[in-house]
């Protein structure tokens, strides 16, 4: 199926613990973008990157970082993981300037840090 | 970015129609207005968008007064599935980097049997 699909899905670690989520989106789309969602629901973008260009939200801590083997995936690596890193996080993606007609998102991976 | 301000919560019933309205006083005129729904566990998934007057699709209509300073999306006769919350957005149309979507608190529709 075409989607954009998340690993893992579940994800429990200890603070101070380093930990990736992977994304991989099999739509063709240029862009992809990293959301986190927190306990309130609200989401807040965290990155955008395309092969042209990364735009980091300026109020994400550099502990996290996307990396980007190829176009079809944009990783996100979180170092010495917080309480506060809590949350859902969704990987998205679009077709760059193309109408937006929509960004697709995956299922989410809830990250839970004890 | 405009923001843009929703309800909190709503309820409905099954059978009747829902009306959301999200209140974006500060749209600029290149700007449309996109309405995400978001279930338990999933992603947001996009539902409509328009720039003016009304649009319609197999999913809900779109409402937007000349003025542009609100939008009401209308859901036809909603079911326990359409239970979910529902973000307005406001923004360029065009997809590219630097035009990433913010999302607000959204708005929790719970629909009552």
Redesign the interface.
């Given at each position: 199926d075409t989607a954009?699909s998340q690993t893992p899905k579940y994800l429990v670690t200890q603070m101070g613990n380093d930990k990736s989520i992977k994304c991989e989106q099999n739509l063709g789309h240029d862009?992809m973008?990293w959301?986190k969602q927190d306990s309130?629901?609200?989401?807040?973008?965290m990155f955008?990157?395309?092969n042209?260009?990364?735009?980091i939200?300026e109020t994400v801590p550099n502990r996290f970082s996307p990396k980007s083997p190829d176009k079809a995936h944009l990783n996100l690596h979180i170092n010495s993981l917080e309480l506060g890193d809590s949350a859902v996080y969704?990987c998205?993606s679009?077709?760059?300037?193309?109408?937006?007609?929509?960004?697709?998102?995956?299922?989410?991976t809830r990250l839970t840090v004890v | 970015l405009a923001k843009t301000t929703q309800p909190i919560s709503m309820d409905s019933y099954e059978g009747q129609e829902v009306n959301i309205t999200c209140s974006h006083n500060n749209i600029a005129t290149n700007d449309y207005i996109t309405w995400y729904q978001q279930f338990p566990s999933q992603g947001p998934r996009f539902i409509i968008q328009g720039y003016k007057t009304k649009v319609t699709n197999e999913v809900a209509s779109l409402f937007i007064p000349a003025d542009r300073k609100s939008s009401t999306l209308s859901l036809p006769r909603v079911s326990l599935s359409d239970t979910a919350v529902y973000y307005c957005l406001v923004g360029k149309r065009l997809n590219n980097a630097g035009n990433m979507l913010t999302f607000g608190g959204g708005t929790r529709l719970m629909v009552k049997p």
């Open positions: 954009v862009t973008y959301y309130k629901k609200f989401l807040k973008i955008s990157y395309n042209k260009e990364l735009i939200n969704f998205a679009s077709q760059e300037g193309a109408s937006g007609y929509g960004y697709t998102f995956g299922s989410g | -």
